[in-house]
């Protein structure tokens, strides 16, 4: 673990339709509940560009108890930290799951992404999710992260070998900002310099990440949404406090 906390925003995407593989298990325990999906970025001004939400496929996620309304669908891992971060309404040190369920079962699943200028997505598989990072679920913005670009393009390629239907992965990469260096699509632009073949190129992709965080955070200007023509820089805390005081998202730290 790192010195340093690392300050996420957890981003929170509400389930509007189950996909097919659901477990009825499940959807009792969901009952009459609104079931968000929340997704650790941090990257919260590009969310104007979510075009899927990923989950790994082998991966334990659970229900968790937000209020008396609302549940969580995260890793146990994330859903203990966010406990201890006050972040449910239950008292500090509460654990409220009321049910399991595998990454693998959420794929085709419809969510609302917040700020999304594409209002529906879908859930897809992505290979390299972390059980030990984040909440283990991953918004999707291929325009400029090169792990969800490379990933998009990948189950594009071989649908039948993920198991989704192709119109799940439909939503082309949607730009949000623009820099010198890369235009208003980064992660295209590094996957195809790197000529990265694979979400499994994982050391090119690192770097890929790299180059595109930082030249997003120091050249970019914002192409849409409310801070449209400010910096990158100037944007991300806006975006993220916009969000906050709508009651998309918190703060999460790890
Ligand atoms: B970021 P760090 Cl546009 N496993 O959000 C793998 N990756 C995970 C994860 C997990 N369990 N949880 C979060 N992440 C991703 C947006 C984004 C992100 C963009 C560009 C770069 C970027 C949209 N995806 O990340 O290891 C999430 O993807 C590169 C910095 O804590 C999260 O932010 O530095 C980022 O990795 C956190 O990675």
């Given amino acids: 673990e790192a010195v340093n906390p690392q300050e996420y925003t957890a981003v929170k995407m509400e389930v509007l339709e189950w996909g097919p593989t659901v477990g009825n298990e499940l959807l009792q325990a969901v009952g009459g509940k609104k079931v968000w999906m929340v997704a650790a970025t941090l990257r919260p001004e590009t969310m104007y560009g979510q075009t899927n939400c990923f989950v790994g496929p082998t991966l334990k996620y659970g229900l968790f108890e937000a209020s008396d309304s609302d549940l969580f669908l995260i890793t146990e891992r994330?859903?203990?930290?966010?406990?201890?971060?006050?972040?449910?309404?239950?008292?500090?040190?509460?654990?409220?799951?009321?049910?399991?369920?595998?990454?693998?079962?959420l794929v085709g699943t419809k969510v609302r992404p917040p700020f999304g200028l594409v209002p529906e997505?879908?859930?897809?598989?992505?290979e390299g999710v972390l059980a030990?990072?984040?909440?283990?679920?991953?918004?999707?913005?291929?325009s400029d992260s090169p792990d969800d670009y490379r990933t998009l393009l990948d189950l594009r390629k071989k649908p039948e070998m993920y198991k989704i239907k192709p119109e799940w992965a439909a939503v082309d990469p949607i730009p949000v900002l623009s820099t010198p260096k890369y235009g208003d699509m980064a992660a295209e632009v590094l996957c195809t310099q790197f000529k990265i073949q694979s979400q499994r190129d994982t050391k090119a992709l690192a770097e890929a990440k790299d180059l595109a965080y930082k030249e997003g955070f120091y050249n970019g200007v914002m192409t849409v949404g409310d801070f449209k023509g400010t910096t990158v820089a100037e944007a991300k805390p806006k975006v993220r406090q916009q969000m906050i005081e709508q009651g998309l998202a918190f703060a999460y730290a790890e």
């Fill in 121 to 126: 997505v879908y859930v897809l598989p992505m």
């Fill in 78 to 105: 994330s859903a203990r930290n966010m406990a201890f971060q006050g972040v449910f309404d239950q008292s500090q040190g509460v654990f409220p799951k009321v049910c399991d369920v595998i990454g693998g079962d």
């Fill in 132 to 142: 030990t990072k984040g909440t283990g679920v991953v918004t999707s913005v291929p």
